[in-house]
């Protein structure tokens, strides 16, 4: 079992910058993707960004060029550095290394 804990949620006005963090109970991102979802209300859970072992990453068209995922194997941390953040990108934001999924954290982007 693995458990994930997400935070650096908060609110930001638009045109901010939030860095996500997902630790890690126990050394899990060597062989792993790595991915971070968010659901808006009444909307389903949407791929946002992932890593995959060995392999390059993928953006959702909404997000590319403003968000990076990356991640620190020696510190078992995921992150999602989010800047040029727009209204449209409030959500709750979740963290997934494997099948193991993160509590979430609320990002809300509002003037």
């Known amino acids: 079992q693995v458990q994930l804990v997400e935070s650096g949620g908060g609110l930001v006005q638009p045109g901010g910058s939030l860095r996500l963090s997902c630790a890690a109970s126990?050394?899990?991102?060597?062989?792993?993707?790595v991915g971070w979802y968010r659901q808006a209300p009444g909307k389903e859970r949407e791929l946002v960004a992932r890593?995959?072992?060995?392999?390059?990453?993928t953006y959702a068209d909404s997000v590319k060029g403003r968000f990076t995922i990356s991640r620190d194997n020696a510190k078992n941390t995921v992150y999602l550095q989010m800047n040029s953040l727009k209204p449209e990108d409030t959500a709750a934001y979740y963290c997934?290394?494997?099948?193991?999924w993160g509590q979430g954290t609320q990002v809300t982007v509002s003037s």
């Open positions: 126990r050394s899990t991102l060597d062989y792993y993707a």
């Open positions: 890593m995959l072992p060995y392999s390059g990453t």
């Open positions: 997934k290394i494997n099948t193991y």
